[in-house]
């Protein structure tokens, strides 16, 4: 163990110096036996914060969006529903995308050299399979985000309830204290919350790459069909 260790939304910490056996946002917890994998999971520690940053930044482009006046000239001359969820989400997800990856990037090396783990072209790619997992998590909260701001048209309602649903309710009590997913919380795996606890903490002996990769695309596909569907039924 280390001083100055950080563990978030967590609640199984007895295993939380070996990577892998603990979910959550987890930082300074050194593994020795695996230091490039520490660094990894030390960089995500802040993804939390990109939680209400990625619903914020997809909202607010929304909002905006809707109350522009351009915006409404190019939907007069025929924007389509899909067009413009779509590109709002494509625009909000390089954005966050981006900015996540940078600072992720940054801090990972930061890390690394650090704990003195070697930085060759496999921790790299370790590195960048791991970060892309939670991009992909990201993009799905950006969707989402989407399709309820366009079902409510309430910039209000769609932060502070995506917010408090994503990060905290469904994430807090969803967990018994061994880190075991709760018989009546299923619902819960229908958020991207739950599955970024695993991929941030490098627990995909717990929840598969493949099963965390599948919901991103599969909550994305739905998201915007549902986003599209609303832009449509309110228009204006």
Not at 128 to 153: D, E, K, P, W
Not at 181 to 195: E, F, I, R, S
Request: glycine share 8%; proline share 3%; net charge positive.
């Amino acid at each position: 163990m280390t001083t100055g260790d950080n563990i978030f939304l967590s609640q199984d910490i007895a295993n939380a110096y070996v990577v892998g056996n603990v979910i959550g946002y987890v930082a300074n917890c050194i593994d020795p036996h695996d230091l490039i994998g520490t660094a990894i999971r030390n960089s995500f520690f802040l993804t939390f914060l990109w939680v209400p940053l990625a619903v914020a930044c997809a909202v607010g482009m929304a909002s905006s969006n809707y109350r522009s006046k351009s915006y409404c000239v190019s939907r007069a001359r025929g924007l389509t529903a899909a067009r413009g969820v779509v590109s709002e989400f494509l625009a909000c997800s390089l954005v966050v995308g981006s900015g996540y990856a940078v600072m992720c990037a940054v801090s990972f090396l930061a890390a690394a050299t650090r704990y003195g783990a070697v930085i060759d072209g496999a921790a790299l790619m370790r590195f960048a399979g791991c970060s892309l997992i939670n991009v992909f998590l990201l993009m799905s909260v950006v969707a989402q985000s989407l399709a309820l701001y366009h079902v409510t048209r309430n910039p209000f309602v769609s932060v502070v309830g995506i917010t408090v649903l994503f990060l905290y309710a469904s994430t807090i009590s969803w967990f018994d204290k061994g880190g075991r997913p709760l018989a009546n919380a299923d619902w819960v795996m229908l958020t991207p919350a739950p599955y970024l606890l695993f991929s941030c903490a490098l627990a995909f002996g717990r929840l598969s790459i493949s099963s965390i990769v599948v919901y991103a695309v599969e909550s994305v596909f739905v998201a915007l069909i549902v986003g599209v569907a609303a832009f449509k039924i309110r228009g204006k």
